[in-house]
């Protein structure tokens, strides 16, 4: 016998959650359309056993790339805890948008385990506010599918009245159709907002300076979260990725020249997609833009390599490495949290990794922290760490010995990189501290 959907319990996770998950909904509730859902990675993590701490930040970067390209937008989502994501959909009903959802979960599957149990797969759709409770509904995507087609059956039968009854009704006035506008619904009317590069601050620890500058694209949305490098293409398509590299090669060199003209002198690291080095006729079309970079630029310019496959031979690596060793001080290679990769990258001629600390902080991962440290240091690589936001996070990254240093501790994305600043772990453990207060002050 098929299973009904049913009504949660609320799980622990929905109930953390349910201040945030009641603003949404509240909001929801002037409107004719419109739902909301919480998608969890549990199933993912269980079938993939003993291997979900070493694929766990990619399957959650390829999560948010999915929820990128299949919602709306005037459609939002979050994250809440290391598993679970939030999505808000501005216009399809609790049906449509819970089938958007499974039909994600489905995907992620079949790419990482090459199926997906329709039978399996839950989504839990929020129903209702009941007191101070927030009332879930959990389907899975099996009996979903079953009861649309039921529907389609149905709605076959009798589209012919349908049609008929439409039109004979007159369109609505434009005043009328407003007013069932979402209060979310035309944020990007104007479409997407043009493409930023911005700069952080990276702390050199053995000289005790800010003096290089991470360069980033990133495509502001109103009322979302704003997309980050690899989103900021578009599509996955390589072409799209090497025009996006391109475009913030220009983009970051223009700003740099112009605050290098102004007397800033900084160092500046750019990042470059494995995607546009793969292959020998785009990896051509890039070097042929770096080498219209003038030579005295050169001595203060990184690459950083992003999105080098697990497990990329040496040979090949040493191929994408040696291509743009010409044309910059050093490049560096970003690499998982794992270090599984950092022999083979020592192989081809690296001197600088660096890797993005997982959601959780040093209370979940400190001893990886120092084991990532240590084996790049054995390697006589020069380890970076991003991610380091608390204060908790820097200290821990500066006792195991991580010399380059990036997060919301050390300095906040900005428009314009800034000169070559000196920084004593002492002044930076103060100025944390300040900012930490100011930001808990305001907010």
């Given amino acids: ?73 005037a459609d939002a989502w979050f994250r809440y805890g290391d ?18 959802c499974a039909g994600m979960v489905e995907n992620l599957q079949k790419l990482l385990l090459g199926d997906g149990d329709t039978a399996e797969i839950r989504v839990h759709s929020a129903v209702d506010q009941v007191d101070a409770h927030v009332v879930f509904q959990s389907n899975s995507l099996k009996n979903m ?47 997407p907002a043009p493409l930023q590069v911005v700069f952080r601050p990276v702390w050199d620890r053995p000289h005790q300076t800010l003096s290089i500058h991470l360069a980033r694209a990133m495509r502001p949305r109103q009322g979302r979260l704003p997309l980050w490098g690899y989103d900021c293409a578009g599509d996955e398509s390589a072409q799209k990725i090497l025009d996006l590299d391109l475009d913030v090669l220009c983009k970051a060199l223009g700003t740099y020249m112009d605050t290098f003209s102004n007397q800033c002198r ?27 970079i003038p030579t005295e630029f050169m001595r203060f310019l990184y690459f950083y390599v992003v999105g080098l496959p697990h497990g990329v031979p040496s040979g090949r690596a040493s191929d994408i490495i040696g291509a743009l060793k010409p044309f910059c001080r050093t490049v560096i290679a970003m690499t998982e949290f794992s270090g599984h990769d950092l022999p083979a990258l020592a192989s081809a001629g690296v001197k600088m990794v660096h890797t993005v600390l997982p959601a959780g902080g040093v209370e979940r ?64 453990a103060a100025r944390a501290k300040e900012e930490a207060f100011e930001t808990a002050r305001q907010g």
């Fill in 1 to 73: 016998m098929d299973e009904k959907p049913k009504a949660d319990k609320i799980p622990e996770q929905l109930m953390e959650a349910a201040p945030k998950l009641r603003a949404i909904f509240q909001s929801q509730r002037t409107a004719t359309a419109g739902s909301l859902h919480m998608v969890g990675l549990e199933l993912l993590k269980e079938k993939l056993g003993a291997r979900w701490p070493a694929v766990a930040g990619r399957v959650i970067q390829l999560t948010e790339r999915l929820l990128a390209q299949t919602l709306g937008p």
């Fill in 83 to 100: 598993e679970r994501f939030v999505v808000v959909f501005a216009q399809l009903g609790k049906t449509e948008a819970a089938l958007v």
């Fill in 145 to 191: 599918l079953d009861d649309a087609a039921t529907s389609a059956t149905a709605a076959t039968n009798t589209a012919a009245a349908t049609t008929v009854a439409a039109q004979a009704v007159p369109p609505p006035a434009p005043e009328a159709a407003a007013s069932r506008v979402m209060p979310w619904m035309g944020l990007d009317a104007l479409g």
């Fill in 266 to 292: 900084c160092f500046l690291a750019v990042p470059v997609h494995f995607e546009s080095l793969a292959t020998l006729a785009r990896r051509l079309e890039y070097v042929m833009a770096v080498r219209t």
């Fill in 365 to 428: 991962w400190g001893t990886e922290i120092f084991r990532f440290a240590h084996e790049a240091q054995r390697l006589r690589l020069s380890p970076s760490m991003e991610g380091l936001d608390r204060i908790s996070d820097q200290a821990y990254a500066d006792a195991a010995g991580i010399p380059f240093q990036i997060g919301d501790a050390i300095g906040y994305w900005s428009p314009l990189p800034r000169a070559i600043q000196r920084m004593t772990a002492a002044e930076m």
